[in-house]
């Protein structure tokens, strides 16, 4: 113990395991602090029922399925969607539990940030996660603009809904709308902080409650007019209107099923608003997936038999045509605008728990220092338990981004497209990095994967190889110009934009996070000399400094 910690009863010294309590890591000159090496700052306001509502809100899985279903009605129509959502599924399971493994040990807004700084080691932690963090916010950010950009789809729709004789659609009304959800949903989330959980509960209940009703009307209603089982589940190749032979335009269309359950790192980023983030978080993302899936996977199914003209449906990968499926499952306007406007509610949820997440995400690379104007991203408003700053700067890039499908009639794809490469990769480089330091960083948390823990991230891994691979294919073929797939320029630009960063600024002036102090403990690892004592894992001793 050093003469700048405070000598305290052991029963109630947290940071020496004498209690309970999960959520101080270490303490530093007599500051206990989480596991990120910081002290609290963020209100630790959400249980397990509302990072639950988060996890299911921002997944919003039923929804974002059916909402970009233009990414995958080309790519062997229903059957693609449906067998292409349980693909994704398959693979989405590794990534969950290896997250959910990392998440348990060492539970920080940064996240995979963090955890690639921790994985690589002394030598390599520093650079590897300044990139990781980099990838994983700037896919974040692509996430949220297409999570915006379906909103105010939706409710474009609903005005069209009434007025399908004298709408003429046009990209901008899309946009203005996308700027309204957008900064609606910022304002919300800095001034309403202390309601967001409520917000969130009230988004898993449009969710759940929300997916059932909405299944069971486009199912009941005109039962007659039915889809055949073929059309459902058989007719792959009359609908593969790619270009792509079969098997590859299926395995492109897997972009839909990634994109409905694509987010299992999305509540890591809450991990220092949670009191029992280590039990909490692997819960959490084993409900989205879990019940993300079976709400998706029924609504597909649902789809599949409620339409009755897919020419209808293949205006272009830009448009909206959930709305024109629940017309053809209901023939009543009136049904249509109800189904649009649960849709909308549990949307708009989805959009406040997104700009919460990117928020956290961006203010986590801020504090340590990762990002230009740190000492002002990096602020955090304690009365309104708020990071403002970085909350008001994610949403001006997103109001930028949202702006794209004005000039590209594959826009939306690259939105979903560009989420789904980014974030993998930045989820696969710290499981590569634990894989290759032989996993021997991180205390074991209250969910360890053991023995399977190797085998389970190099399945991921391989997994999010070939995937990110095919998601930059082409869409159809031949190809245009406009109509290319951009995600691999989109992956090499955020990368070549980290990597002048890093040359600029953060070669010299990035320390690294502070996770390196409390959890790399090689010889090599650079000591400290501030007085930190650490709580002690499993496997490994008091570090006194």
């Not at 940071?15 to 609290?40: C, S």
């Not at 994704?88 to 990392?102: D, K, N, P």
């Not at 104007?373 to 890039?397: H, K, M, R, W």
Request: net charge negative; hydrophobic share 45%.
């Amino acid at each position: 113990m050093t003469k700048n910690t405070p000598i305290v009863d052991e029963k109630k010294n947290p940071e020496l395991g004498g209690i309970d309590d999960e959520t101080v890591a270490a303490v530093d000159q007599g500051v206990e602090v989480n596991a990120a090496g910081y002290r609290d700052q963020l209100k630790r306001q959400y249980g397990l029922l509302g990072i639950v509502g988060i996890a299911l809100t921002v997944d919003n899985a039923w929804a974002a399925l059916g909402s970009s279903i233009s990414v995958s009605i080309l790519n062997r129509g229903p059957p693609g969607l449906i067998f292409g959502l349980i693909v994704a599924v398959f693979w989405y399971s590794f990534i969950g539990l290896s997250l959910a493994e990392l998440a348990s040990s060492v539970p920080t807004a940064g996240g995979v940030y963090h955890w690639a700084t921790i994985a690589a080691g002394p030598n390599w932690g520093r650079t590897v996660g300044f990139f990781t963090g980099w990838i994983n916010f700037y896919g974040w950010m692509f996430d949220l603009a297409a999570l915006v950009q379906i909103t105010a789809n939706i409710l474009v729709q609903l005005y069209a809904t009434y007025h399908q004789d004298t709408y003429v659609p046009d990209s901008w009304h899309v946009y203005v709308t996308y700027v309204g959800v957008l900064w609606i949903s910022t304002i919300f989330v800095i001034f309403a902080n202390r309601l967001v959980p409520y917000t969130q509960n009230c988004g898993m209940f449009f969710v759940v409650v929300g997916g059932i009703i909405t299944i069971i009307v486009i199912s009941a209603m005109q039962p007659g007019n039915h889809a055949s089982n073929h059309f459902v589940w058989g007719s792959f190749e009359e609908n593969n209107l790619t270009g792509w032979q079969g098997g590859v335009a299926f395995l492109l269309g897997v972009l839909n099923g990634a994109f409905t359950i694509g987010t299992p790192d999305a509540i890591t980023h809450i991990a220092e608003e949670l009191p029992q983030p280590k039990k909490d978080l692997p819960k959490a993302i084993g409900l989205q997936l879990g019940l993300g899936f079976l709400y998706a996977f029924v609504f597909a199914i649902a789809l599949g038999y409620a339409i009755t003209d897919l020419s209808a449906l293949q205006g272009g990968i830009n448009t909206y045509p959930l709305a024109a499926i629940y017309q053809q499952a209901t023939g009543s306007p009136g049904a249509t605008f109800g189904l649009l406007f649960i849709l909308f509610l549990s949307s708009m949820c989805c959009c406040v728990g997104t700009v919460l997440t990117n928020s956290r995400t961006y203010w986590a690379l801020a504090r340590d220092n990762a990002v230009p104007f740190s000492g002002i991203f990096g602020q955090v408003n304690e009365g309104l338990s708020c990071p403002i700053y970085a909350t008001l700067f994610v949403s001006i890039i997103a109001t930028g981004l949202g702006a794209i499908p004005l000039g590209s009639s594959s826009a939306f794809l690259a939105l979903t497209g560009s989420f789904i490469v980014l974030t993998t990769v930045s989820y696969a480089i710290p499981f590569t990095a634990n894989l290759v330091t032989g996993r021997k960083y991180f205390p074991p948390g209250p969910f360890h994967l053991g023995k399977f823990g190797s085998v389970i991230n190099l399945i991921a891994v391989l997994l999010i190889t070939m995937f990110d691979i095919l998601f930059c294919f082409p869409y159809e073929i031949p190809t245009t110009v406009e109509a290319m797939n951009y995600n691999s320029v989109i992956l090499v630009g955020t990368v070549t934009l980290s990597a002048l960063w890093w040359i600029i600024h953060a070669s010299r002036h990035y320390p690294g996070p502070k996770v390196m102090k409390l959890y790399i403990h090689d010889d090599s690892a650079p000591r400290n000399s501030t007085g930190v004592t650490e709580k002690p894992h499993e496997n490994s001793p008091v570090i006194e400094k």
